[in-house]
């Protein structure tokens, strides 16, 4: 099944799935024949976008990969502030409470690493 990937007008990225609905085929007299047909409202979905909105038609396959090229800069550097933080392990936060030299370098690195990306989020996402 396709879907409906396009930008909202306040740049978020969107995905849209239609929705299937299924109905019994009937045959000459009204009796159900046993076999489906299954349709979908992608067309209306399309036509209820606002008017010069683009769009891409993507399969389920396609839309981890457009969704992740069009995640706004902000919450790309949210992401990496908390992959930063999960690095911070609690056996590492220990020895630098400890005075471990390594483990205090490693947290004092990852804390400006952190630092940094929290200045780019509170300018935007901007470089």
């Given at each position: 099944m396709q879907g409906i990937a396009y930008i909202t007008s306040k740049g978020n990225p969107r995905l849209t799935w239609p929705a299937e609905t299924?109905?019994?085929?009937?045959?000459?007299?009204?009796?159900?024949?046993?076999?489906?047909?299954?349709t979908n409202n992608l067309q209306e979905l399309v036509a209820a976008l606002p008017p010069g909105t683009e769009y891409t038609l993507v399969t389920e396959e396609e839309a981890e990969g457009w969704w992740q090229a069009h995640i706004p800069a902000r919450e790309k550097i949210i992401s990496a502030i908390s992959a930063l933080e999960a690095r911070q392990?609690?056996?590492?936060?220990?020895?630098?409470?400890?005075?471990?030299?390594?483990?205090?370098?490693?947290?004092?690195?990852?804390?400006a690493e952190i630092t940094e990306l929290r200045k780019h989020v509170a300018n935007g996402g901007e470089e």
């Open positions: 299924t109905t019994d085929i009937l045959d000459a007299d009204g009796m159900p024949t046993g076999k489906t047909e299954t392990t609690p056996r590492m936060l220990r020895g630098a409470a400890l005075g471990n030299p390594e483990d205090v370098e490693r947290i004092a690195n990852i804390e």
